[in-house]
């Protein structure tokens, strides 16, 4: 969030107008359609957008927790499908589970 109103002003707008709590709807904008980092720097690890999109590939099931929300994500083939609650425990950090059901 620190840097997105000076390097992405346009998706800045966007969630703003947004009816979603703003880190829910950045958090679906990553996992949609990508193209966004905080840094420019080159081989910083797989990001977010081509972890979802490994996780799709396998219907992997996705669950971002973040300091008082969680944002889970369903993959139904090509079909992503987003679902959130707010106002959870505080925690530090970001948890990120990818669960890969085996059947």
Known sequence: MPIL??????????????????RVALLQEIFS????????????????????????????????RQENFVLKITHFGELIQFSHCLNLARIAGTHICFDFLLD
């Open 5 to 22: 109103e000076t390097k992405y002003p346009k998706l800045a707008k966007n969630i703003a107008k947004s009816k979603l709590d703003y």
């Open 33 to 64: 359609k990508g193209g966004i980092s905080q840094v420019n720097d080159s081989g910083r690890g797989l990001g977010l957008k081509g972890s979802g999109s490994y996780a799709q590939k396998y219907n992997a099931l996705i669950s971002v």
